[in-house]
């Protein structure tokens, strides 16, 4: 669960696990059972643990209960002796964790027992627990301190739809006017010799900044080809010098041989860019990584396609933690102001003056904010 917008090195001071690391738990014993119960879900639902994998094709899993919880709660049972794991238990749990978190929302102890789970769990390797989860914990705690799940909705998700119910799209049906439709008219093709533009479709460059020539390609971390991915055993190639088709994002070479080879393939009268320009290594990125990847990308499409309108969009990945997008309301350090100021003006020579507008409507509400005050 995001963090809005705050980096690993930028957050709160973590005072607190490094002094109490080492104490008993003073909560009561089914608090924090009920919190790993928590946890389970959190990371069940977190697109940031469901790290990236090669691209394969997936079955969109069912509505209102995903696949990766009925993999995980089995787990959960095993390890934690839960076979009897029961509908009134389970909204007990999440009544307790409820009331306990409002009394007592200590993000350190949340976060270590979080980490042993993603451990014992083995949802990725250690050092990949580690860091996601101080990414995050913050998060965890703020949101479900702040969540509309209650009790029956949050085990009608874990245990299936006798214990509760929980629709994600409830909150989003909308009333449709009397008037019936009007009825479908074929398309109409254009005339022959009609005008036609050429449209640049980018998308998804992910830049791996870290991106190491040799490397294992199929390395035990989400993302491989890198440093510390180490070398790939004797018996397969390692990461080749522009990409691999595994574990992998590309170096930056690939990404400007790509966009210089546009340039006679066009002309274009326009681009469609639409986001995702760092490289999915989510567990340890930090603001800097972020703007670094936004500005040293932008400036190779600046570069090679020169000045065809570009008209960007945002992805899922520019923020970090990743998917932190706040909404407006949301102030100070926790915002993403870093994010959209520096969009705005990496984007300015593209974008119409409306869409800087609404790229700076956080920053400009701030300041509305503040001379209220």
């Known amino acids: 669960m995001p963090r809005y917008g705050a980096s690993p090195r930028q957050s709160r001071p973590r005072s607190g696990r490094e ?31 469901v790290l990236w994998a090669p691209a394969e094709a997936h079955p969109l899993p069912p509505q209102g209960h995903p696949a990766r919880l009925h993999r995980i709660v089995p787990r959960l049972r095993d390890v934690f002796g839960w076979g009897n794991l029961t509908c009134p238990v389970c ?8 009331l306990g978190l409002k009394k007592e929302p200590n993000v350190a102890r949340v976060g270590s027992m979080a980490i042993k789970l993603c451990n014992l769990l083995k949802i990725a390797p250690p050092a990949v627990c580690q860091s996601i989860v101080q990414l995050f914990e913050d998060d965890m705690v703020e949101v479900w301190r702040r969540s509309v799940l ?8 874990l245990l299936g739809s006798t214990c509760g119910h929980w629709d994600i799209f409830s909150s989003w049906n909308i009333s449709l006017p009397t008037v019936p439709k009007p009825p479908p008219k074929p398309p109409s093709p254009p005339a022959p010799g009609a005008p036609v533009s050429r449209v640049l479709f980018l998308t998804d460059l992910h830049w791996d900044h870290d991106y190491l020539e040799g490397m294992d390609p199929d390395c035990a971390d989400p993302l491989c080809c890198r440093q510390g991915s180490g070398l790939p055993p004797a018996s397969r190639p390692g990461a080749g010098y522009w990409g691999e088709y595994s574990k992998c994002d590309l170096p930056l070479r690939t990404l400007e041989s790509l966009l210089s080879g546009l340039g ?35 400036a190779l499409v600046r570069k090679f ?16 933690p990743v998917n932190s997008f706040p909404p407006p309301f949301i102030e100070g350090n926790h915002s993403s102001r870093w994010l959209y100021e520096a969009m705005a003006k990496a984007w300015e020579p593209w974008l119409p003056a409306e869409a800087l507008r609404t790229l700076r409507y956080l920053s400009s509400l701030e300041t509305q904010e503040g001379k209220k005050r």
């Not at 002094?19 to 959190?42: C, E, N």
């Not at 909204?91 to 409820?98: D, M, R, S, V, Y």
């Not at 860019?273 to 040293?296: E, N, S």
Request: a negative charge; hydrophobic letters at 45%; glycine letters at 10%.
């Open 305 to 320: 396609l020169g000045p065809v309108p570009v008209y960007p969009a945002v992805g899922n990945h520019e923020s970090t």
């Open 19 to 49: 002094q109490g690391q080492d104490r008993t738990f003073g909560a009561p014993r089914l608090l924090w059972m009920g919190l790993v119960l928590v946890l389970a879900l959190a990371l069940a639902l977190s697109d940031s643990l």
């Open 264 to 298: 006679p393939a066009g002309p274009f009268d326009m681009v469609y860019w639409t986001g995702d320009i760092p490289a999915h290594d989510v567990w340890h990125q930090t603001r800097r990584d972020q703007l670094r990847a936004l500005t040293t990308v932008t």
């Open 91 to 98: 909204k007990g749990l999440f009544t307790a964790i409820n």
């Open 150 to 157: 209650s009790p029956s909705e949050a085990c009608g998700l």
